[in-house]
């Protein structure tokens, strides 16, 4: 086992496949905390983000041998389990991509002076009244550190609309807080 | 704004077993893995219909052009006429193609990575001039004169010459005089 866990993640999925089905608990034990961090964040709901990663395991099972070895695992199960948590937002109605009216003034230069460590603090407390659509990308770069092309490959959109979209959440994310400040 | 309703474990007792869960379904069976032929059949499937549809859409549109040449020159009652009786079914397969074509290229792990508008916009402009070049290099004539798809084009242009009644009244005359 101790093999196994110096291994890649692609390493490990081909030995699931070709060799022991049951290695793929190394899969769900590199994956678990990760996943249902993510989904927590997406769903706002610790029980639904549970069952949300539960099933993405069993789909990433079910459809292993559809996995290309030459890209990188963790993008297709992000991807998965993105896929899982708009489904159950959908079944429970909260899934609204539209963005919320927020009032947020142009001329504020509100990025220039956000330091990375803040806006993570910021993020984590403003992130459950962020719409979905710009909840997702900025949690995937800011939260789980991963890069534009990645974030690409999990919500399955040009990375510059990544781009775009990050900027915009940072923006709103802004607004949001400092709303939550004066409201204090 | 509202604040969301959040639901959260308090405890870490609480935390589901996952790897207990998952693991469990699958060594006891009721979890399958997919075997890799069906993945290989399902893009083979894929590409085979898009390469499929593609022809389809081309050889619809190129026999829109060619029914639409067989009319000759448009006069306006010409054109109602031939609007009455002209076979919509074929563009409008060529139109159904052509979503169809793109519905199934969003499927494709190439499209999301690029703009996505674009390659539908090519994907109907490359249909268009495939369409217009056969039948600008007269292959549709060709086509309706020999081979296996004569009977078919001959088809198309019977049924045009029913709903093209000026054709008749010139034909008429003549059949009289020849009987006198």
Request: net charge positive; glycine share 4%; proline share 4%.
């Amino acid at each position: 086992m101790n093999n196994i866990s110096q291994q890649s993640d692609e390493q490990v999925v081909e030995l699931v496949r070709t060799k022991d089905q049951e290695i793929f608990s190394e899969i769900i034990n590199r994956y678990q905390i990760k996943l249902l961090r993510y989904a927590t964040y997406l769903t706002q709901d610790d029980y639904l983000a549970a069952d949300v990663v539960q099933e993405t395991f069993i789909k990433a099972f079910i459809n292993l041998q559809s996995f290309n070895v030459k890209k990188r695992f963790s993008s297709w199960i992000y991807r998965i389990a993105h896929n899982q948590a708009i489904n159950a937002l959908k079944k429970q109605k909260k899934y609204s991509p539209i963005i919320d009216n927020l009032d947020f003034s142009s001329d504020q230069d509100i990025e220039s002076d956000l330091l990375q460590s803040e806006l993570r603090d910021q993020v984590q407390n403003c992130l459950e009244y962020l719409p979905i659509l710009y909840r997702e990308p900025l949690t995937l770069f800011y939260l789980e550190k991963k890069s534009y092309k990645e974030i690409s490959d999990i919500l399955r959109i040009p990375t510059k609309t990544v781009a775009t979209r990050i900027s915009r959440a940072k923006k709103q994310i802004r607004v949001i807080c400092q709303n939550q400040l004066k409201n204090k | 704004m509202p604040k969301p309703v959040k639901k959260q474990i308090n405890s870490q007792s609480e935390l589901p077993n996952l790897n207990e869960t998952v693991m469990s379904a699958i060594k006891s069976g009721k979890v399958t893995m997919k075997p890799k032929w069906y993945f290989l059949l399902g893009s083979i499937i894929s590409t085979l219909s898009l390469v499929g549809l593609s022809i389809g859409v081309v050889f619809a549109i190129n026999l829109t052009l060619f029914l639409l040449k067989s009319h000759g020159r448009m006069t306006q009652w010409k054109l109602e006429l031939m609007l009455a009786g002209f076979p919509w079914w074929i563009p409008v397969l060529a139109i159904f193609g052509i979503i169809l074509g793109i519905w199934l290229m969003k499927k494709y792990d190439f499209s999301y990575q690029k703009n996505f508008a674009l390659i539908a916009a090519f994907f109907v402009v490359a249909m268009l001039i495939a369409g217009i070049m056969i039948d600008y290099f007269g292959i549709n004539e060709s086509w309706s004169k020999r081979g296996p798809m004569q009977r078919f084009y001959q088809q198309l242009n019977n049924r045009n010459d029913i709903n093209r009644p000026w054709q008749k009244q010139l034909k008429t005359p003549k059949r009289i005089n020849s009987l006198y």
